[in-house]
């Protein structure tokens, strides 16, 4: 049977409060929605810009439109109204100032009606004043249920299941009903960050299977007034605000003590970065640790991201380790601290003893290996470790 055929309604929720300029194109994507079968509610949570008028008057011409309109309480009462309304088998967000692509609910029901899934998520594209970033997800099915701890706290929190890419919005995905409306109880009215992340967490501790499929039509647009985006200062109040709620959630749990271990590394990290952004320093994460084996050599250091930053800041206060180049598969013809960066196939006209791969991942290593090995580099001249961890933010939980 066509997915379009389907009989199952799907309540669409859509927040609103004073995005007048943006509500016409998200409405516009949603009303024009290949799967037809939809119940779209839409939450004046006390708009003051006519936005609360425009919906009104969007209900008028369709009648699968429902307007709720409330006092301001922010985006977790509103949608929280917008569930109280809801009737769908299935429930979906759109946030108002965002917009979807015309198959976006198609694709979602087919691929959750497939796999019996109680939650399907595709990916998104991040929308910038002058380009466009696509995220697109690695499909795949999971039973969270066979192993929950592993799947919320390796996978979702430290996000170190490569093949699981599961996201914290909600935005992007398609519940079944009775999932997310008690997830979503979970979360407090004053949440003002971090709501997504909370009934993500609740979501993967009461759900069976997850669908991941790999379209992204789902279409975010980066304002810089958003909430998102504060003040590193308050950035830091509401993380640790959010720590609280996340660690209330689970602390009559017997998975506490295991769930905190992964919050602790989670929260610690956010919690540097902020700190690097307050007061415009770089805090190491990563450290080669044979430093020994470098004394009296000169060597290419490939990688220029995380990894590689803190190893050139490491490397280059030994007198003894001569660095040659600074090199990248990808981001040359740059500066990065204060060398330039050279192009990986150009390597070879560097004089060198080693090229020591800086990246975290074992897999990407071999891969640069591969393609430098290609371009004349004998594999012996290579070498990779995994990188030690500053703060451990690497970590695997072990539940054992």
């Not at 917009?99 to 019996?116: A, K, P, S, V």
């Not at 003893?353 to 004998?378: C, N, R, T």
């Amino acid at each position: 049977m066509d997915v379009k055929d389907s009989l199952n309604i799907i309540s669409v929720i859509v927040p609103v409060y004073n995005v007048f300029a943006y509500l016409g194109t998200c409405l516009d994507s949603i009303i024009s929605q290949t799967y037809r079968n939809l119940e779209i509610i839409l939450v004046d949570d006390g708009s003051t810009d006519g936005s609360g008028e425009l919906c009104d008057k969007y209900a008028e011409k369709d009648d699968r439109i429902c307007v709720v309109h409330k006092e301001n309480g922010g985006l977790v009462s509103a949608r929280k109204a917008g569930l109280a309304r809801a009737s769908g088998e299935f429930i979906g967000f759109v946030d108002s100032d965002d917009y979807i692509g015309n198959q976006f609910y198609e694709h979602l029901l087919q691929d959750i009606l497939q796999t019996h899934a109680d939650i399907s998520q595709m990916g998104y594209v991040v929308e910038y004043a002058r380009e466009k970033q696509y995220f697109h997800c690695l499909p795949g099915v999971f039973d969270i249920s066979k192993d929950r701890l592993d799947y919320l706290c390796n996978g979702l929190i430290l996000m170190k299941k490569k093949n699981f890419q599961m996201s914290c919005n909600v935005w992007s995905k398609l519940y079944k009903s009775e999932l997310i409306q008690k997830a979503y109880a979970q979360v407090t009215d004053s949440q003002q960050y971090g709501e997504d992340f909370i009934s993500t967490c609740s979501c993967l501790m009461e759900c069976g299977m997850v669908s991941v499929i790999s379209y992204a039509e789902y279409f975010y647009q980066f304002r810089e007034n958003s909430i998102s985006h504060t003040k590193p200062v308050d950035h830091m109040i509401q993380i640790c605000h959010l720590y609280e709620s996340v660690s209330d959630l689970f602390q009559n749990r017997n998975e506490y003590k295991k769930v905190k271990s992964a919050l602790d590394v989670f929260f610690v990290g956010k919690m540097v970065e902020r700190i690097e952004e307050i007061g415009h320093i770089h805090i190491p994460r990563y450290f080669f640790r044979r430093v020994d084996m470098l004394r009296g050599k000169k060597i290419v250091i490939y990688g220029v991201g995380s990894v590689g930053k803190d190893y050139y800041l490491q490397l280059r206060n030994y007198h003894d380790i001569e660095i040659s180049a600074v090199a990248d598969g990808k981001n040359f013809n740059a500066y990065f601290q204060d060398t330039y960066v050279v192009d990986g196939k150009e390597i070879s006209h560097y004089s060198f003893d080693l090229i020591l791969i800086a990246v975290g991942d074992a897999d990407v290593a071999k891969e640069i290996m591969k393609e430098l090995v290609s371009h004349g580099i004998h594999e012996t001249s290579l070498y990779w470790e995994e990188p030690g961890a500053v703060f451990d933010f690497n970590r695997e939980c072990c539940f054992a």
